[in-house]
């Protein structure tokens, strides 16, 4: 089973993308991998978690704090609900002023997935698509065109759910 990796906003729940990804996911036997918060990431996960006698897990990497008796606790409003598989990690979330190269749980993100699906977000879901392109992880943008604009040129963007299964079967069968 493949590792689905779905990034987007953390606030914005990008539903009309984000649910029918979520269920296809589930329909094929893979695993979601989020970044365990609300937005897109509950949205997908939420729909992914419906599909009825699935295989696959939602994993969800989880942004924390340090907590003086526990080590590290995950940050308020982490794990959404559909997370069946937490994972937190002391590597804290991309601050604006971070440089590149700081070590953040985008990484974990990113290289924990086979392949890599971008709906709209902010500067985190950004982050992520600098990291696949760093680290060549197969990265798809899926939504609306005009919401990566900001973008560099070359990127791949699907507007129909269609283009997304057939470029992840693609990527998949290729690796």
């Given amino acids: 089973m493949a590792i689905i990796g779905v990034m987007g906003s953390g606030q914005a729940d990008w539903a009309t993308w984000a649910q029918p990804l979520g269920v296809w996911i589930g329909e094929q036997g893979h695993h979601l991998l989020t970044g365990g918060g609300q937005g897109v990431m509950r949205s997908v996960a939420e729909a992914f978690c419906c599909v009825r006698a699935r295989r696959g897990r939602s994993i969800g990497i989880l942004p924390s704090r340090p907590d003086a008796d526990r080590g590290f606790v995950a940050l308020a409003g982490y794990p959404n609900p559909c997370v069946e598989i937490p994972i937190l990690t002391p590597l804290p979330r991309k601050e604006p002023d971070a440089p590149d190269d700081a070590l953040t749980r985008n990484h974990a993100n990113v290289l924990s997935s086979d392949v890599v699906i971008a709906l709209p977000g902010g500067r985190g879901t950004r982050d992520e ?43 998949l069968a290729a690796a």
Avoid: N, T, Y
């Avoid at 070359?154 to 079967?169: F, P, R």
């Fill in 129 to 171: 698509i600098r990291l696949c392109l760093l680290f060549g992880k197969p990265l798809l943008c899926f939504g609306p065109i005009e919401a990566f604009d900001m973008l560099p040129a070359g990127i791949a963007v699907a507007a129909s759910l269609d283009e997304v299964a057939a470029w992840v079967d693609a990527r």
